[in-house]
């Protein structure tokens, strides 16, 4: 059946390293994908997407890769902040449905 | 600013006592919806609305009702409420349902029933 999981639950990364946070889908209609972050106590935000029909795009401080071969998405964090610290997960968007991962949470060291 | 809004933040409740939680949003959205989260399993669709006077079931639609009588507010209502709805509810919107369409979720709404 279609699902969004996540390699790993839990994420702890050092103040100043790169996070890279891992998602698996199983849709191969899927043609939207989406990464959201959820701090305690609040709704999803959205930080950054990517269409089906490219293999990687760039915000500020993140980047989405995409790999279609495998079914796998993937957000890098450079220079992981305090203030990254939260659930994050992934988002695929396809047949007119949104399905969620589950999440995983990064843990900033200090 | 742009938000959605949710209502009341907290709540407890005993079972079978009817309950309305409120969501608003001042984006003009046509497409709104209402989520649980639950721990180990994510955020599941509950009801969906393309526009007003249009829902449609998501996932878990059972033991919930939706209406959409104006474009900014999408209530949920649990007519008999039972313990097995102790959750986390998201509220969210967005212009509308296809690719590219970022839904912006509320503060949510945690609800405990006894």
């Known amino acids: 059946g279609e699902s969004v999981g996540l390699h790993l639950p839990t994420l702890s990364v050092q103040e100043g390293d790169n996070s890279i946070i891992n998602c698996a889908y199983s849709?191969?209609?899927?043609?939207?994908f989406i990464w959201y972050k959820q701090e305690s106590g609040k709704g999803p935000q959205f930080i950054i997407d990517?269409?089906?029909?490219?293999d990687k795009r760039q915000g500020q401080r993140v980047t989405v890769l995409l790999n279609k071969t495998v079914k796998h998405l993937s957000l890098q964090i450079a220079a992981t902040q305090p203030g990254d610290s939260a659930v994050y997960f992934c988002?695929?968007?396809?047949?007119?449905?949104?399905?969620f991962g589950k999440g995983t949470r990064l843990h900033i060291l200090p | 600013e742009a938000q959605v809004t949710q209502n009341p933040r907290y709540l407890i409740t005993v079972t079978g006592k009817k309950l309305t939680v409120t969501c608003s949003q001042n984006?003009?959205?046509?497409?709104m919806s209402w989520y649980r989260q639950d721990p180990g399993l994510g955020l599941r669709q509950i009801y969906y609305?393309?526009?007003?006077?249009?829902?449609d079931k998501g996932d878990v639609p059972e033991g919930y009702k939706v209406s959409r009588k104006e474009k900014r507010n999408f209530p949920l209502i649990l007519e008999s409420p039972s313990p097995n709805q102790t959750s986390l509810y998201f509220c969210?919107?967005?212009?509308?349902?296809?690719?590219?369409?970022?839904?912006?979720f509320g503060p949510g709404t945690r609800l405990l029933v006894l």
């Open positions: 849709n191969s209609a899927s043609d939207y």
């Open positions: 609305s393309m526009n007003v006077e249009v829902t």
């Open positions: 969210a919107s967005s212009l509308g349902q296809g690719a590219g369409e970022t839904q912006y």
């Open positions: 984006m003009n959205h046509e497409y």
């Open positions: 988002a695929e968007n396809g047949d007119d449905k949104i399905i």
């Open positions: 990517i269409r089906s029909n490219m």
